[in-house]
């Protein structure tokens, strides 16, 4: 079965960190650009970090550049968000997907309109941070 599967996420104190894991199945993700989405309540979703296949590139919002870091285990068949210095307002759903499109600039995959149709998509893992 093709699928992605988030993990990780939890409830943690502001200025925690947590690391979020998004494993394949059934595909290399090597092969594959990976991006971390997100969606909190009443907010429409944010890209925000998205990384190439061989991880020539990655690209992270203005909202986590600094505290989050996208990074990949091709042994693992997993990519993985370390998030630092966490705020209230990073609580939200997090996915990740994974995107054959040879996109030129990284960057394209985060901020790209929502409904564009990637590969795969995870089911998601909530973040909350809160005291």
């Known amino acids: 079965q093709l699928q992605l599967v988030e993990s990780g996420g939890g409830l943690v104190q502001p200025g925690g960190s947590l690391r979020l894991s998004c494993a394949a199945s059934g595909f290399t993700l090597d092969y594959y650009a990976i991006g971390w989405f997100r969606q909190a309540p009443g907010k429409e979703r944010e890209g925000i970090s998205c990384?190439?296949?061989?991880?020539?590139?990655?690209y992270y919002a203005d909202s986590v550049k600094g505290r989050f870091t996208i990074s990949r285990d091709v042994a693992k068949n997993t990519v993985y968000l370390q998030m630092n210095s966490l705020k209230p307002e990073d609580t939200a759903v997090y996915y990740c997907a994974a995107d054959s499109t040879p996109w030129v600039n990284v960057r394209d995959m985060c901020i790209i309109p929502i409904g564009y149709d990637y590969d795969y998509w995870g089911q998601g893992t909530q973040v909350t941070v809160s005291s």
């Open positions: 990384i190439s296949p061989g991880d020539r590139s990655t």
